[in-house]
């Protein structure tokens, strides 16, 4: 069983900057897939980042590619998502998940596990 535990989400003005922590058990991080969600009120749930299994690849949105940086920490079993300069339409939020498979996707209904999601508002 994999469980993943986001935190570090809150309320920041915009400019501001905040780090997600994902927290995984079960499975180190660098056997998987890592990727970040995030879903606004009345809105589908979207790509944010990834980085893949083993060779640390990394995938952004284009909504965020220059100001979001995903990494991870195997020795904590911990994967990050830094966000700076955060804009209002960063609102949302956001989720870590886990995917077994190698190949780095970024549809949500490819990954196989979930955390329960951290609130980030950025105010303007």
């Known amino acids: 069983q994999v469980q993943l535990v986001e935190s570090g989400g809150g309320l920041v003005q915009a400019g501001g900057s905040l780090r997600l922590s994902c927290a995984a058990s079960g499975r180190t991080v660098n056997s998987c897939t890592m990727g970040w969600f995030r879903q606004a009120p009345g809105k589908e749930r979207e790509f944010v980042a990834a980085?893949?299994?083993?060779?640390?690849?990394?995938y952004y949105a284009d909504s965020v590619k220059g100001r979001f940086t995903i990494s991870r920490d195997n020795a904590k079993n911990t994967v990050y998502l830094q966000m700076m300069s955060l804009k209002p339409e960063d609102t949302a939020v956001y989720y870590c998940?886990?995917?077994?498979?190698?190949?780095?996707?970024?549809?949500?209904?490819?990954?196989?596990?979930w955390g329960q999601g951290t609130q980030v508002t950025v105010s303007s």
């Open positions: 980085i893949s299994r083993g060779g640390g690849l990394t």
């Open positions: 998940a886990a995917r077994v498979s190698p190949i780095v996707l970024v549809t949500p209904g490819a990954y196989d596990f």
